[in-house]
């Protein structure tokens, strides 16, 4: 196990900024997590999983041990006649994932091309885009649980998955998610409804879209609204779209009637963050070496070398002004340390 001291995690995170961590390990293994778990607990120090560094903040020198989560691999596990059985690293790049799969013309993925972060991260956020949320495809997760150091294994029940939201991030920092297996299939529903991937595909002159086709135009409209974190440091979308109750919703809608929502249940809305920060005028708006992306409201970038407690700060003003205007308390998707 080789424990480096004192590393920047600036290339390690989406936001690039130059923050410090006391230790840093990278593991290839369940045994090297346990591993370097075991080292942290008898140095009386904290440690943090990171991952593809996609959806974390640091906002000051991490005093403890960086856990780069480098467990890699697809395997195949099983085959029907209509689906193929994946088991994928935690460490796993989604996209290259999702390209993968794609290629192979297995589907139930490919409407979350692009998105930013690694494989074992996806079942914690339980990400979506377009219509589809990876839980429709996740079969079981497993993990370590560190209060027994133990593995264990939750079929897809008992993820508890929800909007943005699982049973591992209701457990926050108690699970480490080592593997996922996923369930595609041979012949998959597509799912092309959303009139961005219409208004591209019509463009484009597809009438009957192969799965690398849905890909391709996700990746195309991603990438004509999301700066790319190589260039211009950001996480992705900052902020969750909240949820309302449809009394909570009709009272504000009739008081803003252009605000932009979605029923996502009975009795509840899903309120575009989007909308809601650009209707308070941050859209573009840029603040030393922060700035809100010109092209997506939702996204925060670091134009220079912001640290990470500026584009907090930033963040934070953000919320207080959405607030202010629409009684709507703004959450933070990104993690913060």
């Keep these: 196990m080789l424990i480096e001291e004192n590393k920047s995690l600036k290339q390690y995170t989406s936001f690039g ?8 390990v990278a593991v290839k293994s369940v045994d090297a997590i346990l591993e370097a778990i075991t080292w942290s607990k008898e140095k009386k120090i904290p ?3 990171l991952g593809a560094g996609t959806n ?15 467990i890699v691999g697809i395997l195949k596990t099983n085959e029907t ?6 088991n994928v ?7 290259h994932f999702v390209s993968y ?36 495809t996740i079969e079981s997760v497993t993990a370590i649980d560190t209060l027994s150091s133990q593995p264990i294994t939750f079929n897809n029940t008992a993820c508890e998955f929800s909007y943005r939201n699982s049973h591992f991030k209701k457990e926050k920092n108690r699970y480490i998610i080592t593997a996922v297996k996923f369930i595609l299939k041979k012949q998959p529903q597509l799912r092309t409804e959303y009139g961005p991937i219409k208004e591209t595909l019509r463009e484009k002159g597809i009438k009957n879209p192969s799965l690398a086709a849905i890909s391709n135009a996700i990746i195309q409209i991603r990438s004509s609204q999301l700066p790319d974190p190589k260039i211009l440091g950001n996480s992705g979308s900052f902020f969750r779209n909240p949820t309302l109750s449809t ?7 009739n008081k803003f009637p252009q605000m932009i929502a979605y029923p996502i249940a009975d009795d509840f809305y899903k309120v575009s963050a989007g909308w809601l920060i650009e209707s308070c005028g941050w859209k573009g708006t840029r603040k030393g070496n922060v700035g809100c992306y010109e092209k997506k409201s939702l996204v925060l970038v670091n134009y220079d070398d912001a640290s990470g407690n500026e584009i907090f700060d930033f963040s934070e003003e953000i919320i207080q002004s959405v607030f202010k205007k629409f009684t709507i308390l703004l959450e933070r998707e990104v993690n913060v340390l």
């Design 56 to 70: 974390i903040l640091f906002t000051k020198p991490f005093e403890g041990l960086v856990i780069k989560m480098e």
């Design 17 to 24: 900024c130059n923050e410090i961590s006391r230790y840093f």
């Design 247 to 253: 009394i909570d919703f009709e009272k504000l809608k």
């Design 81 to 86: 006649a209509s689906e193929v059985f994946l």
């Design 89 to 95: 690293g935690a460490g796993e790049n989604w996209h």
């Design 101 to 136: 799969c794609v290629q192979k013309g297995w589907g139930g993925i490919e409407n979350l091309s692009l998105i930013p972060g690694s494989v074992g991260a996806s079942p914690i956020q339980n990400i979506g885009a377009y219509g589809v949320e990876v839980q429709e």
């Design 47 to 49: 440690y943090y999983i």
